[in-house]
C-alpha cells in the first residue's frame, strides 16, 4: 500500500510526480514494494497516479490523513499482511522491508521505532487490524499513534538499522529537502 494522496502542503505540490534521479517519488515506491508485494494498491484519490498501471484506492472517508488511506486499502486488499509506505519515504531499503516482514506472526501490526520514536508509515499492517481501524474513524480519532497503542503491535528496535542506513526514515517535506536527498541518492548509487 502506498500511501499518495497527502495534500502536500508544506511541499506546495504533489510530492508524487518529484523526480529523484529520473524517477519519480510514485515510481520509486513502486520499485521498491515490487520484490514483496503480490499486489500494489495506491491510496490516493487522484486519478492521475494510476499513469503506471497500478490500482488507485480512493478514500472512502476523506479528510483523516493516512488512517483513512491505510482503511480503504486494507479493505480492498486480497492479502491478509500488507506492508504499507508513504511516498515520500525515499530512503527506505528493500533489505529494511524483508526485515519488517520476517517479524509477522499474531500481531496486528509490525512497526519500526527508533531513538526518535516510531514509524507507522513504512510498516506492516493485518487485515485484522481494520475493526480498530474502523471504530477510529468512526469516533473522528485519526492518529496513528493511538492506533498503534489499540492494535496488537510488535514494534520493532531498528536502531542498528539508522547505522547501516542513517536516512532510513527520513522523507520529503518541504521544497527545501529536495536539493539535500538528490546529493544523498547520488552518493547511495
Known amino acids: 500500500i502506498i ?38 494498491l495506491i491510496s490516493s484519490n487522484n486519478k492521475e497516479h494510476g499513469k ?3 490500482e488507485i484506492i480512493p478514500d472512502e472517508i476523506n479528510d483523516c490523513g493516512p488512517l483513512g488511506g491505510i482503511y480503504s486499502c486494507l479493505k480492498n486488499s486480497e492479502t491478509d499482511w500488507n506492508f504499507v509506505i508513504s511516498v515520500d519515504s525515499v530512503f527506505a531499503e ?32 493485518h487485515k485484522r487490524s481494520l475493526t480498530e481501524i474502523s471504530k477510529m474513524l468512526d469516533s473522528g480519532n485519526f492518529k496513528m499513534h493511538d492506533l498503534l497503542n489499540k492494535l496488537n503491535t510488535k514494534f520493532v528496535d531498528t536502531q542498528n538499522w539508522l547505522e547501516k542506513y542513517p536516512q532510513l526514515f527520513r522523507n520529503l517535506n518541504r521544497p527545501e529537502d529536495l536539493p539535500n536527498a538528490r546529493v544523498l541518492m547520488d552518493r547511495k548509487f
Open 3 to 40: 500511501l499518495a494522496g497527502g495534500k502536500s502542503l508544506r511541499m506546495g505540490t504533489d510530492k508524487t510526480f518529484l523526480e529523484i534521479n529520473g524517477q519519480t517519488l510514485l515510481e520509486r515506491a513502486i520499485e521498491l514494494c515490487r520484490p514483496f508485494c503480490q499486489t500494489i
Open 52 to 54: 503506471l498501471g497500478f
Open 94 to 125: 528493500s533489505e529494511f522491508v524483508k526485515f519488517l516482514a520476517s517479524q509477522t506472526g499474531s500481531f496486528d501490526a509490525i512497526v519500526p521505532v527508533y531513538l526518535k520514536g516510531k514509524e507507522p508509515l513504512i510498516a506492516l499492517y
